[in-house]
């Protein structure tokens, strides 16, 4: 397998690539990212790729668009250098939330970014847990989408909560909050949430039974921290007892962490798709790795098996 497979990253998260070579025992391919003086991305490829399987490691996480644009760079000098196949790894798909025109005149940008990886010359897409599955569909190449709630689910088992309730903190989670519910045996609840600016949202509703239980409230990204905070802040009204997050791509925006650390949520989990900076860090967040769950991934993709079983 290490004849053919390769494995490359950019500047976006070089620790997860560096985890996931150490699960394959592949090192990270020879290549060289830096900037000119005025910023522009350079990148050289500083071994033979010809012929080979490129698996190229690079989440759009922020600064999504340096992070972006070293990406298609990476893919345009590994395509050109005449690899077989190049997989993009993209644990964080950045840009999904402009999925549609909700409004007149805006653009349709996870679309738009989806078209540009393509072009650029991936040949494939991995990811996990997409902002919107229907995103899979701006690909026409393969999407292997990967989901993170095994990753949860076996740290949350371990907890042995008592009168556990999933809560999704908007009706769009549903999905995922009952698959969370489901493999938990917990409870599911909903807070029904109005959404007024792209960064403000005002709870209306909680959909469920919280009194006097334990609530996980689960979603796909925090950014500003808004969703989360405000659910845990109505959830805790409404007499819930311990309250945690399990989110799976921590953008963690603004003063996000200052306000989860002010908030009635006494822990949150979240993934490594993105790295956490110093600043980043608080004792109330907890990292669980998805390393193990993309070696897999990446190991069966490379020898053409199924990864419909890492779904279960
Ligand atoms: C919304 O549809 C998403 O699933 C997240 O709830 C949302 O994007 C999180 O953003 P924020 O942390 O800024 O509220």
Redesign the pocket.
């Known amino acids: 397998m290490a004849n053919e497979l390769l494995i490359f990253t950019g500047n976006a998260h070089p620790f997860l690539a560096e985890a996931i070579s150490k699960i394959l025992k592949i090192p990270l391919g020879d290549i060289w990212v830096s900037r000119f003086s005025e910023g522009e991305i350079r990148v050289k490829v500083n071994e033979n790729v010809r012929g080979k399987d490129v698996f190229l490691i690079q989440p759009t996480c922020p600064p999504p668009n340096e992070n972006m644009m070293e990406l298609l760079i990476i893919i345009d000098a590994i395509r050109r250098a005449s690899a077989r196949r190049i997989t993009a790894v993209l644990p964080y798909f950045g840009y999904a ?1 402009q999925d549609r025109k909700d409004q007149p005149r805006v653009p349709i940008t996870a679309k738009l970014v989806a078209n540009l990886i393509t072009v650029a010359g991936a040949d494939r897409i991995l990811t996990i847990d997409l ?1 919107a599955g229907q995103i899979q569909g701006f690909f026409d190449i393969p999407v292997d989408h990967l989901f993170a709630v095994k990753v949860f689910v076996d740290y949350l088992k371990e907890m042995k909560f008592r009168d556990l309730v999933v809560v999704s ?2 009706v ?2 549903i999905k995922m909050a009952r698959a969370y519910a489901k493999r938990l045996s917990a409870g599911l609840a909903i807070v029904d949430k109005r959404r007024i600016s792209p ?1 403000e ?1 005002e709870v209306m509703h909680i959909l469920g039974e919280v009194k006097d239980k334990n609530v996980v409230i689960v ?10 905070i405000e659910a845990a802040i109505v959830l805790k009204e409404a007499g819930a007892k311990r309250i945690f997050g399990a989110v799976t791509h921590p ?1 963690l ?1 603004g003063d ?1 962490v200052q306000k989860i650390g002010n908030s009635p949520i006494e822990k949150l989990f979240v993934t490594d798709t993105i790295p956490l900076t110093q600043e980043k860090r608080h004792p109330k967040i907890c990292v669980l790795t998805i390393a193990p769950l993309l070696a897999e991934a990446i190991k069966r993709i490379h020898q053409e098996e199924s990864v419909s079983s890492l779904f279960d």
């Open positions: 939330r902002h903190p908007d769009g989670g960064e949202t979603d796909d990204l925090i950014a500003t921290g808004g969703s989360l953008v925006s996000a």
